[in-house]
Each structure stands twice: as structure tokens, then as C-alpha cells.
């Protein structure tokens, strides 16, 4: 039986228990969750969204609906079909910015052609800060490049580099002082290139491939 990816919006009732619920009723269906978040809860009402792998045409969505904690059940399309892949820019604002420019420049280019990427920023000092922003991104959903921008990054940021890197995430680094750039996929000295490159480097309409240059620091 063929599978589909859907997104399910459902308005409970708040409570111990209700997740329990409603993912026993997934289950039963062969529903596999591939993604899960509380978007809203109040003292009577929690409004769920999750991202669901099940088969075409069963009666998952009926049988939520009779769930007498369950009061609106709703499909919408999936975050990955929306948003898609995720860049994240994390460093001082001034480097952030430009890479921002490259990024999201590149990203319109292969959305156009039918891929979906974007781009998320956020500005950060400190290394402990940027440390603990660094592995978070691990955790989040659809995130696929990490690339830090600033002046000298190092230390405890080396390391939660060096362990989302070790998870799969591909991480590039401004040619800066300290030692991340040691510990970067790539590192690139301009930062609108180093926005592009991220982008190239995720798109499926992309014929970049970082394990194919013969050199990693440009």
C-alpha cells in the first residue's frame, strides 16, 4: 500500500495523557511520526501539529476525530514541503548579514526551479552562547548546513562543532580566528560566497558537492 507524508493540525482538549492518545490512534493506523510539536496550550485547549508517514486512504483521520478529547482534526501540507531545507547563520550581526545576502540570494534561484529552502539568522556573542546554539541546531527540524559567521570562534565551539558534524549536519565557517574554521566542512573568507556555497551545498538542483573539492579553505 502506497505512503504519504501529511501534516495533521489537532485541536484537543489540555491534559495528562492526550499525546498518548492521539499517537495510539496513529499508531493503530501504521502512521509513522516523524515529527512532532505543541504549537499552543492553554488550561483547557492545546493545538498539536504533527508531520505523519501513513498509508493512503485509511481511516486514521475518522478515527482521530472520534477521540472524545479530540474536538478539530485538519490536514495541511508538511513543513519540508513549505519551508523545507533549513540554513541557519549564527554569529555577529555584520558577518551574519552578508552571508544572509548570499543565502538567501542562492536559495531564490533554486526555489524558482522548484526546490524549497530557507534561511534562518540569528545574531550571537559569547562562547558559551554560540557553544549551545551550535549543538541545538542538531535538534532542529529540517536543519541541514550550519554556517557561523563572525571574527574568532573557539574553544567549547570548536566542540559542539565538532559533535554536530559527527550527527550528519554540515558545517561552514568564515575564515576567522580561533579554531573552528580547523573544525568546519568548509571554510570560505567571503561571506556573501560562503551563503551561496551553503545553499549549493543542500539543493538537490545543485551540482555543488563539498566531498568532491580538492581543497576545503578558499
Known amino acids: 500500500m502506497a505512503s504519504e507524508k501529511i501534516g495533521l493540525l489537532i485541536h484537543a482538549e489540555a491534559g495528562p495523557g492526550i499525546m498518548h492518545r492521539l499517537t495510539g490512534v496513529i499508531a493503530q493506523h501504521l502512521g509513522d511520526i516523524t515529527s512532532v510539536a505543541i504549537l499552543d496550550q492553554g488550561e483547557e485547549d492545546a493545538h498539536i501539529y504533527f508531520e505523519v508517514i501513513a498509508p493512503a486512504g485509511g481511516t486514521m483521520l475518522e478515527d482521530l476525530r472520534l477521540l472524545p478529547v479530540v474536538k478539530e482534526v485538519e490536514i495541511v501540507k508538511s513543513l519540508d514541503r513549505i519551508y523545507g531545507k533549513r540554513i541557519i547563520i549564527m554569529g555577529g550581526g555584520a558577518q551574519v548579514g552578508q552571508v544572509a545576502i548570499g ?116
Do not use: Y
Open 103 to 218: 543565502a538567501v540570494s542562492e536559495a531564490d534561484r533554486h526555489n524558482i526551479r522548484g526546490e524549497h529552502i530557507s534561511v534562518d539568522t540569528i545574531p550571537l556573542v559569547g562562547e558559551q552562547t554560540l557553544a549551545d546554539a551550535v549543538r541545538a541546531v542538531a535538534r532542529l527540524p529540517r536543519a541541514k548546513a550550519l554556517v557561523l559567521a563572525g571574527a574568532i570562534m573557539g574553544g567549547e565551539i570548536e566542540l559542539a562543532v565538532r559533535e554536530v558534524r559527527a550527527k550528519g549536519l554540515l558545517v561552514i565557517s568564515l575564515n576567522m580566528a580561533g579554531s573552528v574554521p580547523e573544525a568546519a566542512d568548509l571554510v570560505v573568507t567571503d561571506p556573501v560566497q560562503a551563503g551561496v556555497m551553503a545553499v549549493m551545498a543542500v539543493a538537490d538542483t545543485a551540482k555543488f558537492n563539498i566531498e568532491r573539492l580538492k581543497r576545503r579553505i578558499f
